[in-house]
């Protein structure tokens, strides 16, 4: 199966992570969204990322992409079997778009320390309901789901932004969560080994606020 996307996106991220969780053999091809290649056009109908190229036939949209990697095996199962806890799964998963957006905002569109502190309180704000919900370590308890896979490149995100600006954004029980979490490697090793350089590079070139302020990635 190879999946291809680019090399910071948090869609792509939690479609790799759901592979590795799942022991697919998974090979990896970056594009430049900047400048999409033919061969890429003709396979994805929206020019977006992640897309997943299957003997069958490409897949696009992260989540079916998801639960199509969830269903390859049976074990171990991501999701809940059936009913209502399935759909509050995946109604927790569907909130993550919005946070990612706010998150891409923090990052790249914010260019002074008060737009940032408005934005950091911002996104805290859609971050917090679901801890309503997380029972720890992991969103549903003792092992990772689905649902995990999708929180995790919102965290991944804002605890680098963190270090960017010298202190942490996240409350503390992310923080947890978000820890238990990167000690798995389907999740620590989901991105390139570049991934902040290429944010910091990237946020430098938007002129963030946070690139301005930071004190890693050198």
């Not at 503390?172 to 290429?198: C, G, K, M, N």
Request: proline share 7%.
């Amino acid at each position: 199966m190879k999946i291809i996307g680019s090399r910071t996106c948090p869609f792509v991220q939690r479609a790799v992570i759901i592979a590795r969780l799942k022991n697919l053999p998974l090979e990896m091809t970056y594009i430049d969204l900047t400048d999409k290649p033919d061969w890429f056009l003709d396979l994805s109908p929206f020019g977006r990322v992640p897309l997943l190229d299957t003997e069958q036939g490409p897949l696009f949209e992260s989540l079916a992409i998801c639960e199509y990697l969830n269903e390859a095996t049976a074990t171990p199962n991501l999701l809940p079997p059936k009913g209502h806890e399935r759909a509050v799964h995946r109604a927790w998963m569907l909130v993550t778009d919005s946070t990612y957006s706010q998150a891409y905002s923090l990052a790249y569109g914010t260019k002074d320390a008060a737009a940032f502190a408005e934005k950091t309180q911002d996104l805290a704000r859609t971050m917090a309901p679901v801890l309503t919900a997380y029972k720890g370590p992991f969103f549903a308890g003792a092992a990772p789901m689905m649902v995990d896979a999708f929180w995790y490149p919102v965290m991944r995100r804002t605890t680098m932004i963190g270090k960017m600006v010298g202190k942490p954004l996240l409350e503390d029980r992310f923080v947890a969560w978000y820890r238990a979490l990167h000690e798995i490697d389907a999740f620590a090793t989901s991105l390139p080994h570049d991934y902040e350089q290429v944010s910091l590079d990237t946020m430098r070139r938007h002129g963030s606020h946070a690139a301005s302020c930071a004190v890693c990635c050198n």
